[in-house]
């Protein structure tokens, strides 16, 4: 059975740093790609970094651009984000998702939505002081 399972959510005040890991067990086949995609109070779900298994090709949405690291360690199957210098706005319900095949990684990345993804619970993320 496929799970993804995020961790490290919590309350951070203006200009701090999380770091959100998302453990991944259960799969029997390789996926193309793994990545973070959020959801804000009141705003449509869109993706914030994703990354390649391939070869770690990375993409970062404008808006955390500089700000957030995405990684992989791939003899823990865990992919992290490291956020720095966070902002009220990035307050939100944090999402791991894998994709099997994808065109590009930025293609999955700003593909909100897309049939076939697998999903976690989510991690909230919470920016305030």
């Known amino acids: 059975q496929v799970q993804l399972v995020e961790s490290g959510g919590g309350l951070v005040q203006p200009g701090g740093s999380l770091i959100l890991s998302c453990a991944a067990s259960?799969?029997?086949?390789?996926?193309?790609?793994i990545g973070w995609f959020r959801r804000a109070p009141g705003k449509d779900r869109e993706g914030v970094s994703c990354i390649t298994s391939s070869d770690n090709t990375t993409y970062y949405a404008d808006s955390v651009q500089g700000r957030f690291t995405i990684s992989r360690d791939n003899s823990k199957n865990t992919v992290y984000l490291q956020m720095n210098g966070l902002k009220p706005e990035d307050t939100a319900v944090y999402y791991c998702a894998v994709d099997r095949r994808l065109a590009t990684i930025k293609d999955m990345c700003v593909m909100a939505y897309k049939l076939g993804r697998y999903w976690g619970q989510g991690t909230q993320v919470t920016v305030s002081s």
């Open positions: 259960g799969f029997t086949w390789d996926y193309a790609g």
